[in-house]
T-cell receptor, first 111, second 114 residues
């Protein structure tokens, strides 16, 4: 299984850019990388997904190097409302897309 | 109305009791999942189903069973609840590999086993 490793927690201040890196050394050729955000007592919410290079949407950017053994979620100019847990997942293609969550990164944004 | 609905939202039960958590979805997705969340452990996959006739064990299926009654319904059962099954349980759906594989979660069912 392509397990993921991410920092347990991070602190930031409003207006800063936050980068959260995830390692997935055993990622397979057809696997995708997906990031979710979770607020307390709510289900996780999809943020972004990518396969290689860079993906950007209205919320975040995802950077994936050529070897795909890691990925970095970039949140531009965070606000207090970005305080949440962020999960990096690998969608395991050869198991029909089974999605395994790691421990996640607890991001705390301070004023 | 929520696309993925879980019932009950909160349940307190006693050790040894049978408990069922139900999940229904209106998204028309074939794939449904049950996860449990414990503080500091993220979400762990219990069971998943890719269609009505397909049931698969996840990471931590011991002590749990599931039933996929229809495309829209996926139930999780604890035949004999024990205190270490106290957790927040989430149901999720996805449209499979043809789309992004994005998971859509319910609001969670908080279970306490005394």
């Amino acid at each position: 299984l392509a397990k993921t490793t991410q920092p347990i927690s991070m602190d930031s201040y409003e207006g800063q850019e936050v980068n959260i890196t995830c390692s997935h050394n055993n990622i397979a050729t057809n696997d995708y990388i997906t990031w979710y955000q979770q607020f307390p007592s709510q289900g996780p919410r999809f943020i972004i997904q990518g396969y290689k290079t860079k993906v950007t949407n209205e919320v975040a950017s995802l950077f994936i190097p050529a070897d795909r053994k890691s990925s970095t979620l970039s949140l531009p100019r965070v606000s207090l409302s970005d305080t949440a847990v962020y999960y990096c997942l690998v969608m395991i293609y050869n198991q029909g897309g089974k999605l395994i969550f790691g421990q996640g990164t607890e991001l705390s944004v301070k004023p | 109305d929520a696309d993925v609905t879980q019932t009950p939202r909160n349940r307190i039960t006693k050790t040894g009791k049978r408990i069922m958590l139900e999940c229904s979805q209106t998204k028309g997705h074939d794939r449904m999942y049950w996860y449990r969340q414990d503080p500091g452990l993220g979400l762990r996959l219990i069971y998943y189903s890719f269609d009505v006739k397909d049931i698969n064990k996840g990471e931590i299926s011991d002590g749990y069973s599931v039933s996929r009654q229809a495309q829209a319904k996926f139930s999780l059962s604890l035949e004999s609840a024990i205190p270490n099954q106290t957790a927040l349980y989430f149901c999720a759906t996805s449209d499979g590999l043809g789309g992004t594989g994005e998971l859509f979660f319910g609001e969670g069912s908080r279970l306490t086993v005394l």
